[in-house]
């Protein structure tokens, strides 16, 4: 729990914190330079086990205050035993709490205090793609859609605007809408 | 525990239910429109959690096993509470296991016995580009790596080849380098 001490505290953001740690980017850019990374060990058939604990950033080697472990698998319609979400499904809850997380800070940095966010997110995927049984199909998402209920001491206007900046800011929105380099490297021994 | 009555097993991935679903939706191909969906509650300041289970394929809606949920928080380096990994973390499992499985399902359908897959996936991103303190830089990773090790009953050329056919064929790797159109719809009352 985050202790008032100064007011500063909206919607359970630190705005003072906030500010602080634009102002100490703004003074020395390449703080903002961080690595994010998941580990990954397969278990069996189309199920893994990711793990995710180090970090850089801020100029320094970090990790978070415990170890997180999610499986990941296949239901059985797709050959798998169901022990976690497809890989896919994860990119659907990485999208929504990218945007609920800077809408929380938007809206905190713009005095709206907010009462409730929700959203549903629906990826569309035609599985022709990654089957290998149509080359017109792409492997990934043909459509996703987002749809949020946003409530708050703020008109209609200035929710939606809250929204559409964070939107505008979303680090998983950019790479899902632009294109991001990916290599792979693969050691055998 | 998958039981292996016809030997079909293979790395986990019964082959011949694999084989199955992919003469299925030869002879259906509309069975292979998928929904994938995730939904969001925002819980305090870049702390929300996602719940995960129903989704539409092959016909009909369906849902997991049992419901998933997962925390998403900033660590206090970025002014959260760390109550989950950050969103873009999310991607970078999200990533490893898809091409995790994929990997699998293509050994066993291949006849290679893999005795371990392991992989880091790192995400290069600059902070300036969510923060707004600088127009050229994007929102999202500028690059992202993998590392896998890969070892079976095959030799090194083939075990390599099995993860660039699962590449080539990955769901996430695809909406993470091409594009995928979002449609954000918002409700405040």
């Known amino acids: 729990m985050t202790t008032d001490v100064n007011g500063s505290v909206r919607n359970g953001v630190d705005t003072a914190a906030l500010f602080a740690t634009l102002d100490a980017v703004k003074a020395a850019p ?3 330079a961080f690595q994010f990374r998941a580990e990954n060990q397969w278990v069996s ?6 793990t995710i604990n180090g970090f850089f950033g801020a100029g320094e ?3 978070h ?3 997180f472990q999610f499986d990941a698998d296949h239901p059985a319609v797709l050959v798998g035993q169901d022990n976690g979400p497809t890989p896919a499904e ?9 945007l609920t997380a800077g809408l929380a800070n938007i809206a905190a940095a713009r005095g709206i205090r907010l009462t409730e966010v929700r959203s549903t997110v629906t990826g569309d995927i035609d599985l022709n793609g990654i089957l290998g049984l149509d080359p017109r199909v792409r492997n990934g998402y043909q459509r996703i859609a987002v749809r949020f209920t946003v409530k708050g001491d703020a008109p209609a206007a200035k ?26 490297e693969v050691t055998t021994d």
Not at 45 to 50: D, L, P, Q, Y
Not at 90 to 98: G, I, K, P, Q, S
Not at 161 to 183: H, I
């Open 65 to 67: 205050e415990r170890t």
């Open 30 to 32: 390449p703080a903002a």
């Open 159 to 184: 929710l939606r605007e809250l929204v559409e900046q964070s939107r505008a800011r979303s680090a998983v929105y950019d790479v899902l809408t632009g294109q991001v380099p990916v290599d792979i």
């Open 90 to 98: 994860f990119v659907l809850h990485a999208l929504a709490a990218c």
């Open 45 to 50: 058939g189309t199920h893994s086990r990711g």
């Open 61 to 63: 080697e970090r990790a």
